[in-house]
């Protein structure tokens, strides 16, 4: 099944009709029918919820040792430009992260389970309640607390940005998407949706580090590592379009869109839009990052900026917090 944008639109337009259709919903009160739905297929177990957040501590933990221990004295070793020395680390820190649970993601998707071929058979077994494996399970407990580190961290350790509440409802976002699509077993295509995000993380924050390797205090510069980061850029801006605004909506969306409610509904699971209100809004946040993206090309083609610059950073300079 390969659909177009033209079946997610129509597909989803009908597959609304049937599942909101008067007679589906006769007796249904909102919002106490909606609190029985959600209790009897919701679970996850307190104890679950206690590693999480001290995984989320320990993740803060590491990163200010690792930070300091390693990432600031790398920054010195390269005698990075004053601004550059402040931003590596925080760059750093999240390439490193991204790139382990993506590779990560991609390991179990490619080798361990079938979900990302086939993402419209992954219904067809699913429970309320069925066991979720100990491989899928560690990759959602470490995205969960490496989202709950994130939150703290931009509020205490990052630097403010123009799109500093786009990251903080991200944030809340994919929290609540990992959290909701864990505890009622919607873990299969909760895989695909990080991994078709996570890539285009990677090669930023890799983006980011070639550019701040490029230049040096007193001005020296390094081309080889502008033109890598340059190179590092166009790969990330496929990526984007590639595995966010296309892979993302016919992949996912459509499987929870179209095929997610005929598969399920007789099995009493009814919680549709919920969970696909919650898919849009990400999309909507993906299509609103590509502003910041279009922007620096155009400023780029316009000759406003001579090199990769984030747009998203402030005109003034905001002091980073240790």
Request: charged share 15%.
């Amino acid at each position: 099944m390969s659909p177009s944008y033209a079946d997610l639109a129509t597909d989803m337009w009908h597959t609304m009709k049937w599942y909101y259709g008067p007679d589906a919903w006769r007796g249904y009160v909102f919002p106490d029918s909606f609190i029985d739905e959600f209790t009897q297929h919701y679970y996850f177990p307190l104890q679950d919820i206690t590693y999480i957040v001290y995984a989320a501590i320990f993740l803060t933990f590491i990163r200010s040792v690792f930070e300091r221990t390693t990432l600031k004295p790398l920054a010195n070793y390269l005698n990075l430009t004053t601004e550059n020395n402040q931003k590596f680390p925080e760059t750093a820190w999240k390439f490193l992260m991204s790139a382990c649970a993506w590779f990560y993601c991609t390991y179990l998707l490619y080798y361990r389970y079938n979900y990302y071929q086939e993402p419209y058979l992954i219904w067809d077994d699913w429970s309320s309640g069925m066991k979720v494996p100990f491989d899928i399970k560690l990759m959602y407990f470490g995205r969960c607390a490496y989202a709950l580190h994130s939150l703290y961290a931009i509020f205490y350790k990052e630097t403010k940005r123009k799109d500093f509440y786009a990251i903080f409802i991200h944030h809340i976002l994919t929290m609540t998407l990992i959290l909701v699509s864990y505890a009622i077993r919607y873990h299969k295509v909760g895989l695909i949706v990080l991994f078709v995000h996570d890539i285009s993380d990677v090669l930023l924050e890799l983006t980011k580090l070639l550019h701040y390797m490029s230049v040096r205090q007193g001005g020296e510069k390094y081309p080889q590592y502008e033109n890598a980061a340059n190179g590092s850029f166009i790969i990330f801006t496929l990526s984007w379009f590639v595995f966010r605004l296309y892979l993302y909506p016919l992949k996912v969306l459509y499987s929870t869109g179209v095929v997610f409610p005929y598969r399920t509904h007789d099995k009493g699971c009814n919680l549709y839009g919920f969970f696909n209100v919650q898919l849009w809004i990400l999309l909507v946040l993906n299509v609103y990052w590509v502003l910041f993206l279009l922007q620096f090309l155009y400023k780029i083609s316009t000759g406003a900026l001579s090199g990769l610059q984030d747009t998203r950073e402030h005109e003034t300079k905001t002091e980073n917090k240790s």
